[in-house]
């Protein structure tokens, strides 16, 4: 227990809530606060697009899905990962990116599967290429970029969202959308 909690904590709060009885230590308390939210919102990202994968998967259908939307997505999810990752920041503030990433792979993987089977290296490729994107920037892109990049992101994450709308309206039709996970978009 108190390697986790100097892990999680550090030394001087691990010993204040273990040694010194302290739970209610204002800034202790605080940092164990922010660092269960943090890892609860990790957990929850680990099951973000989860049912829009089951719905996917259930239809056998990609139809009205966005590929442009999911590709924006993924590359947002660079951003942030790669960002924080350099910038030191802890896992339990920026670790949900790189779930949300690996559930934007499988949807887009699922998109060539069920709607452009013929352009299935493709999909190989694309989700090859963006892992690739990811630890170089991750380890050698210049923080001055990634400090730009981070900044665009709400601006970029707008923009995702259009090519989802506009198929939307081009389909008159959802499609295969996931209410639960369009939900938890907002």
Not at 61 to 90: A, K, M, Q
Request: aromatic share 12%.
């Amino acid at each position: 227990m108190e390697g986790f909690l100097v892990l999680l904590l550090g030394r001087f709060c691990a010993d204040r809530f273990l040694v010194d009885g302290a739970w209610l230590d204002p800034s202790c308390a605080k940092l164990a606060l922010s660092k269960a939210v943090g890892y609860g919102i990790i957990l929850g990202s680990m099951a973000f697009k989860v049912p829009q994968i089951i719905k996917i998967i259930g239809a056998k259908s990609s139809f009205g899905i966005s590929l442009s939307s999911n590709l924006l997505e993924s590359f947002i999810c660079l951003i942030t990962f790669s960002y924080n990752f350099r910038s030191g920041n802890p896992f339990s503030t920026f670790g949900d990116s790189l779930f949300v990433f690996l559930q934007n792979a499988i949807i887009i993987f699922l998109i060539f599967h069920y709607g452009m089977r013929e352009k299935m290296l493709m999909a190989y490729g694309l989700i090859l290429g963006f892992s690739l994107l990811g630890a170089f920037m991750t380890v050698m892109a210049p923080i001055e970029i990634l400090t730009v990049l981070q900044a665009s992101t709400i601006v970029l994450l707008i923009a995702a969202r259009i090519p989802q709308i506009v198929q939307v309206f081009k389909n008159k039709s959802t499609g295969e959308l996931s209410f639960p996970t369009c939900l938890l978009q907002l």
